[in-house]
């Protein structure tokens, strides 16, 4: 896979190292998300202090050790996955030996995969034995799977929900788009065991998400700002809660998210299971792992120094305002002779996203544009159109750059 860049910017730019990845809280336009009509977003929950001899027992071990695991060495090092971490169960290496229910196994049948991910083959026996952990491994590698089958199971061991009850499984993510994609497996594979969720992301209607919320819902899918939104006003709670996973967790801490995060955790019993998973693994991510699990177990896939997909060939072009155009169109005609290639353009601001795609629709090109002040239909469009080939040109500012993932 080929990825080329193209900066315009001055040589400052580099020479001071960039703009910071991390850091810089919740403040300001680009260091996450604006402050609230009442300040910071969260300040009115408070820390709760649990009495851990009063909260009722839960489950949430249910491996049991299929008698076809074996050449776990060799499976591991063929598939380049390495583990840290004490106690870990060997990987899966067929789907029949994760045990899982048979409506979960009549819809993986459905889809006709033959085996599972590496990720899915360390992931869910660790899962399912109730263990804390890390997960690193490129963007398209069967995360989600990797967490949501065995929170089915999980939720399955638990008692019903009552009244006023919140979810068993939360899942936070950084984007309504991956938000939105988790939300489409949990139904899928949910369906058939009567299980509920909810998508809970800025940018759409309050009151459709509320109400799902009253009803009861196993598994909420949340984007950190909304869901801050709905504990603030009682909307829903996490006492019920046993089941946590951070996912893209170096994306949320990228987007300033972590004093939301943080907010949110401390809402949640603390001897539940958490699920971590990340593109890299920069210091920030780990202090957060660190906070937030108990004795972890590691699962890498790849090189930890990956930061989405290693499989491609990055080139930069540096050059001033003034050549970027010319040097776009140049590079596009050159992918975009051939018929099946698709090409996403990123942009800083809504604005030159706005106008790029209109001078390029002038000029003929098949392209369309996204970004946060489009209404959501409008995204949900634009993607389509994009992976089905009906606009292989899609320009977005940054709002979409992990969210992509399901387009191809």
Request: one cysteine or more.
């Amino acid at each position: 896979m080929l990825s080329h860049l193209i900066l315009g910017c001055s040589p400052e730019y580099f020479r001071y190292g960039g703009a910071p990845r991390f850091g810089g809280g919740g403040g300001g336009s680009r260091g996450g998300p604006p402050q609230g009509k009442f300040g910071n977003p969260g300040e009115r929950l408070r820390k709760k202090h649990w009495n851990m001899d009063e909260l009722p027992k839960f489950e949430k071990n249910f491996y049991q050790e299929h008698p076809d695991v074996t050449q776990v060495e060799n499976y591991l090092r063929s598939k380049d996955v390495t583990v840290k971490g004490r106690d870990c169960p060997k990987p899966m290496m067929k789907f029949h030996e994760a045990n899982f229910p048979n409506y979960v196994m009549d819809v993986i049948a459905k889809q006709g995969w033959a085996e599972p991910t590496p990720i899915q083959a360390q992931g869910w026996p660790l899962a399912l034995s109730g263990k804390d952990m890390v997960g690193i491994a490129q963007t398209g590698s069967g995360k989600t799977l990797a967490y949501l089958l065995p929170a089915i199971v999980h939720i399955q061991h638990q008692p019903f929900l009552e009244h006023g009850d919140g979810p068993i499984c939360l899942v936070l993510a950084p984007t309504r788009e991956l938000a939105q994609q988790v939300q489409q497996v949990a139904a899928e594979y949910g369906r058939a065991s009567r299980l509920k969720s909810v998508c809970v992301y800025g940018g759409a209607p309050k009151g459709p998400q509320i109400r799902d919320l009253e009803r009861g819902v196993e598994i909420c899918i949340a984007t950190p700002g909304r869901l801050i939104d709905f504990l603030e006003a009682g909307k829903t709670n996490l006492r019920r809660c046993t089941y946590l996973v951070l996912d893209e967790a170096d994306r949320m801490l990228d987007m300033g998210f972590e004093p939301q995060i943080r907010k949110i955790v401390d809402q949640i019993r603390p001897d539940r299971q958490t699920l971590m998973w990340s593109a890299t693994w920069p210091k920030e991510v780990r202090q957060l792992a660190e906070d937030f699990l108990k004795q972890s177990v590691q699962i890498n896939v790849g090189a930890l120094q990956l930061s989405a997909n290693h499989n491609i060939l990055q080139i930069v072009d540096v050059c001033n305002d003034g050549e970027k155009d010319d040097k776009l169109l140049r590079l596009l005609e050159e992918i975009m002779s051939e018929k099946e290639n698709k090409t996403i353009i990123f942009t800083e601001t809504k604005r030159r996203c706005d106008e790029l795609t209109r001078r390029m629709r002038r000029d003929g090109w098949p392209a369309m544009g996204i970004h946060g002040d489009k209404s959501q239909q409008e995204r949900d469009w634009v993607l389509n159109e994009f992976k089905y080939g009906k606009a292989p040109i899609l320009i977005a500012t940054d709002v979409a750059s992990r969210g992509l993932v399901f387009l191809t």
